[in-house]
T-cell receptor
Framework: DTGVSQNPRHKITKRGQNVTFRCDPI?????LYWYRQTLGQGPEFLTY????????KSRLLSDRFSAERPKGSFSTLEIQRTEQGDSAMYLC??????????????FGQGTRLTVV | AQTVTQSQPEMSVQEAETVTLSCTYD???????LFWYKQPPSRQMILVIR??????QNATENRFSVNFQKAAKSFSLKISDSQLGDAAMYFC?????????????FGAGTILRVKS
């Protein structure tokens, strides 16, 4: 296991299309997070899972966004009816839970979305 | 809600010199974690150093050290003997120690340039 893996690395889509991103966390990590990062800014939290349960969603996550983590392993983030404002880097991170001593989140390389 | 502020959009340092990046945060919690993450251009974010709020001793990791002032809610990063490979965007981040409040809250980042 070499770390958090995200696919695709880059995605260009036309406005109005749906896109889906995938994140494969570090295998023993039960927590998985999605963040969005726009150019020159820090990442902003979108949502997080503990195992397969989605425990928190940001107000940034409009109803066009949906995330899943079936079976508590990989996760997908889908954006429906994309808008130009959705253009950003989407970062995935994973960590152990606190009761397993986890404080550090490990990040993937991100998926850069460009909506044209 | 917690906030993290990095007031230096960009910093420069001569190779082999020392530089300090500033970070302040706002929280009403007494137990939390603070982090500095490094994000090189087009590469994934990696953890540089972490500090547990209940520890009075400042964390150090080789050439990287922090000055944690809990009362002042300040958390600066000092990089000694700067190297060309230190050039990156640096993010300060906050994480609650509560069981289910463990998303990262990031500052806007500081671009560090290292001159040879």
């Amino acid at each position: 296991d070499t770390g958090v893996s995200q696919n695709p690395r880059h995605k260009i889509t036309k406005r109005g299309q749906n896109v889906t991103f995938r994140c494969d966390p570090i295998s023993e990590h039960n927590r998985l997070y999605w963040y969005r990062q726009t150019l020159g800014q820090g990442p902003e939290f979108l949502t997080y899972f503990q195992n397969e349960a989605q425990l928190e969603k940001s107000r940034l996550l409009s109803d066009r966004f949906s995330a899943e983590r079936p079976k508590g392993s990989f996760s997908t983030l889908e954006i429906q009816r994309t808008e130009q404002g959705d253009s950003a880097m989407y970062l995935c991170a994973s960590s152990l839970g606190f009761n397993r001593g986890g404080t550090e989140a490990f990040f993937g390389q991100g998926t850069r979305l460009t909506v044209v | 809600a917690q906030t993290v502020t990095q007031s230096q959009p960009e910093m420069s340092v001569q190779e082999a010199e020392t530089v300090t990046l500033s970070c302040t945060y706002d929280t009403s919690e007494s137990d939390y974690y603070l982090f500095w993450y490094k994000q090189p251009p087009s590469r994934q974010m990696i953890l540089v150093i972490r500090q547990e709020a209940y520890k009075q001793q400042n964390a150090t990791e080789n050439r990287f050290s922090v000055n944690f002032q809990k009362a002042a809610k300040s958390f600066s990063l000092k990089i000694s003997d700067s190297q060309l490979g230190d050039a990156a965007m640096y993010f300060c981040a906050y994480r609650s120690a509560q069981e289910y409040g463990n998303k990262l809250v990031f500052g806007a980042g500081t671009i560090l340039r290292v001159k040879s």
